[in-house]
């Protein structure tokens, strides 16, 4: 069953006709290749893509510009062509152009020199030089925009940075306060514990011994004594000079 004819027009894709041109170019200068090599041919083959770039076949057995040569001759037509020096010359003279209408319009802006310049040019230059300031007042009325609105972002963070060292500082001093105050009450007790123990030291707890209660019973012992002794004498009174000096005296 052979295969049906294929409509052959532009594709449309841009990534599909990308594919199929590389697709397809490979396949000529495979087939250029294999006929220059089989029938012993002289083949010269240049593409140019969609976006400018070239490619190009040539036999090894000669070379690009040897099948021009024999192109233009046996085809009874010439390249012109053009040399370096015609062409370098050309492109001066075109930059030189360019350089002056470059340098006048500067001036034309600049008012240096209006003296041959025409109305409507000085219009023109007038209309141009509005639109200018009017972008540059724009530009500018932007940037200060701009720069009010980080002024005011950078002020409220360091108003945030402010507050909190603040509240840091409050903390920090009132935690410095409360340690001063506890330190203080206790300064203020240990005198006062001091003073008891010193107090509690001068008077003993009960049922320890007590030294004056003791040296006042001691002292109370003679007479009880003294008593006792007078209880076992005889009724009648002692006499005078029965009692010597040494003697002693009770009253």
């Not at 109305?119 to 009017?134: H, P």
């Not at 409220?156 to 500082?169: A, G, P, S």
């Not at 320890?208 to 003294?226: C, G, H, I, R, W």
């Amino acid at each position: 069953m052979g295969r049906g004819k294929i409509h052959i027009s532009r594709i449309e894709n841009r990534t599909t006709r990308q594919v199929t041109f590389a697709k397809r170019r490979a396949g000529l200068l495979k087939k250029t290749h294999e006929l220059s090599v089989l029938c012993d041919v002289q083949i010269g083959l240049v593409i140019f893509s969609s976006t400018g770039k070239m490619f190009q076949y040539c036999s090894d057995s000669t070379s690009m510009e040897e099948i021009i040569r024999r192109y233009q001759y046996a085809s009874g037509t010439r390249i012109p062509q053009h040399s370096d020096t015609d062409f370098l010359n050309a492109e001066i003279r075109k930059i030189r152009k360019e350089t002056q209408d470059l340098h006048l319009s500067l001036q034309r802006y600049t008012c240096e020199d209006l003296s041959c310049v025409r109305f409507e040019d000085l219009e023109e230059l007038e209309n141009r030089l509005e639109e200018s300031v009017n972008r540059v007042r724009a530009r500018k009325f932007e940037i200060l925009q701009q720069e009010v609105h980080n002024l005011r972002i950078s002020t409220k963070q360091r108003e945030e940075q402010n507050d909190e060292l603040c509240h840091l500082i409050k903390e920090h001093q009132a935690a410095v306060f409360a340690h001063q105050h506890h330190y203080q009450q206790q300064m203020e007790m240990e005198p006062k514990s001091e003073e008891h123990r010193q107090l509690m030291e001068q008077f003993p707890f009960c049922g320890e011994e007590q030294p004056l209660l003791q040296l006042a019973t001691t002292s109370m012992q003679p007479q009880f004594a003294y008593q006792a002794s007078t209880s076992s004498l005889p009724p009648n009174p002692p006499q005078l000079h029965d009692f010597s000096l040494n003697t002693p005296i009770y009253e």
